[in-house]
């Protein structure tokens, strides 16, 4: 119970930080972090500016909090996408079985053979390399994943007692999915949901590092990492911040990811 509590106090600390600087990004920055100043051009951490300049001379971390707001956007849109749409086919796969579930998920664990990346950067040639661009790339990539466990759980579920008493009471398939089974998939979905968004984080940061993320100039923590590489010899702190951010927001995503598991998790229990 120890190591579940640090958990949950320290991840969610750091996601709390993190959230509020993205909510806080979104609305208010000390400086215009798209705004050019060649005079400040790499300043080191100082009073004007708490964590530097860039190359162009744009405040650090004015950037790094517009950068949260992007990323945090991205990742949830794209957790929500994947969990809603893999939930969808998990629900119908599981539950209807026989050709149905064959054809989908053949077509589900094709998917799920390509590595997440490698199929993103595919879906990104098609849909291009912004906002909306990646929130369907990187959806369809991790929609597998989701329709893998939502539909183990269905079939677990299927001939449990009370859905028998469901169906032996006259109920619809469809309601009997929705009022029954759908409520019993939330845990193991909410545990998956935690660490999807760290894996789209971690996914939207090397997609942006590569130049296949949102377009400059707007920032984000993956596209402000592959812009300090020039200057990383002379202006340290354009490379630290951007990925103490990204390491920091995974730490935190992790050990709430943990607490959940140990929360949610049956075979957990006896261990916390």
């Not at 945090?72 to 969990?83: D, F, H, P, R």
């Not at 909306?132 to 269905?154: E, F, K």
């Not at 009997?176 to 939207?204: D, K, Q, Y």
């Not at 923590?221 to 927001?249: D, K």
């Amino acid at each position: 119970m120890k190591r579940l509590s640090l958990n949950v106090v320290l991840g969610g600390a750091i996601i709390g930080i993190v959230i509020a600087g993205a909510v806080l990004g979104a609305v208010w920055t000390p400086y215009d972090p798209l705004k050019i100043n060649f005079v400040a051009r790499l300043a080191p951490p100082g009073a004007a500016h708490w964590l530097g300049t860039d190359e162009f001379g744009r405040d650090v971390l004015s950037r790094l909090m517009a950068a949260a707001a992007t990323s945090m956007l991205i990742s949830l849109s794209t957790v929500a996408a994947a969990g809603l749409l893999g939930t969808a086919v998990g629900l119908v796969s599981g539950y209807a079985r026989g050709w149905t579930d064959r054809i989908l998920m053949a077509f589900n664990d094709a998917l799920l053979a390509f590595p997440a990346i490698l199929l993103a950067l595919g879906l990104l040639t098609v849909a291009g390399a912004n906002s909306s661009g990646i929130i369907v790339a990187l959806g369809l990539a991790y929609t597998p994943s989701v329709a893998r466990i939502v539909r183990g759980t269905v079939l677990s579920l299927r001939e449990r007692e009370f859905v028998e008493a469901s169906r032996v009471m006259g109920n619809s398939e469809f309601y009997t999915v929705l009022r029954h089974i759908l409520p019993n998939c939330v845990g193991p979905m909410t545990v998956l949901a935690t660490s999807m968004f760290g894996w789209v984080l971690l996914a939207e940061s090397a997609l942006s590092f590569l130049g296949l993320g949102v377009p400059p100039p707007a920032p984000t923590w993956g596209n402000m990492l592959a812009g300090s590489r020039p200057f990383i010899a002379q202006a340290v702190w354009l490379g630290i911040f951007p990925g103490l951010c990204i390491s920091l927001t995974l730490l935190g995503i992790n050990l709430l990811g943990d607490a959940l598991r140990d929360r949610l998790d049956p075979r957990m229990r006896g261990a916390s």
